[in-house]
């Protein structure tokens, strides 16, 4: 069965440092990858998503960035963080033309402080 | 531009009683639709979904409805039950937006013993 992994679950970073979350997905070949968040108060907004190994395509501009180094791996990065890039990040993935739409990860609660 | 939208925060329905969600879209080009269930610091849960061919799918105590003319999505739950609160994003997607669905801010559901 695919699995979804996701880590870490909480975080606490100040302004101005780094950030790498990392997500996995098991039993699966050739997902697509997305990246969420959701703000307090906001829905989900798509943040990148990437249909292959180093194909990434950004919804909206921001200090953060994506990576796909391998098939099954997507990474959200950034090199300072801003207070408001608190949230929580959600991954999730779904295989290319499916109806069932994504399958998401537990996420990871951010707190920029 | 948030091309769904549902325009309730939050609902309170008393335990056993019908709870309506409600979810509205402005592309008519969308053509299948889902609802996802979400339980705080953890990811949305698929829970049902709906083609733009049908106007209504059940599934046990859960009823999506679509009315295409008024780009108007329901999700109706009877009879409602306390572990159903949660938020409740719908979400819609296009034959021309590939796999990517668009997701609505949420609805924060609390069913009163």
């Known amino acids: 069965s695919q699995t979804i992994h996701q880590w870490p679950a909480t975080l606490v970073q100040p302004v101005g440092s780094p950030l790498s979350l990392e997500c996995t997905v098991e039993?699966?070949?050739?997902?697509?990858l997305y990246w969420y968040r959701q703000a307090a108060g906001r829905g989900l907004q798509l943040l990148f998503y990437s249909v292959g190994i180093g194909q990434i395509s950004s919804e909206v501009p921001q200090n953060l960035s994506a990576s796909r180094p391998q098939d099954r791996q997507f990474i959200l990065s950034s090199k300072k963080l801003l207070l408001s890039d608190s949230g929580f990040y959600l991954c999730a993935w779904s295989v290319r033309r499916d109806h069932y739409g994504y399958t998401f990860g537990s996420g990871t609660r951010l707190t920029v402080v | 531009d948030q091309q769904v939208k549902q325009n309730s925060p939050s609902l309170s329905v008393q335990e056993g009683r019908i709870s309506i969600l409600n979810c509205d879209y402005t592309?008519?080009?969308?053509?299948?639709f889902l609802w996802y269930k979400k339980y705080p610091a953890e990811g949305p849960t698929f829970l049902i979904s709906?083609?733009?061919?049908?106007d209504k799918n059940e599934d046990g105590r859960f009823t999506v409805f679509l009315n295409k003319s008024a780009k108007h999505l329901s999700l109706h739950i009877v009879p409602s039950q306390p572990g159903d609160s949660a938020v409740y994003f719908c979400?819609?997607?296009?034959?021309?937006?590939?796999?990517?669905?668009?997701f609505g801010t949420g609805t924060s559901l609390t069913v009163i013993p």
């Open positions: 979400a819609a997607k296009s034959f021309n937006t590939g796999n990517q669905f668009y």
């Open positions: 039993g699966t070949s050739n997902p697509n």
């Open positions: 592309n008519s080009m969308f053509d299948y």
């Open positions: 709906i083609s733009s061919i049908k």
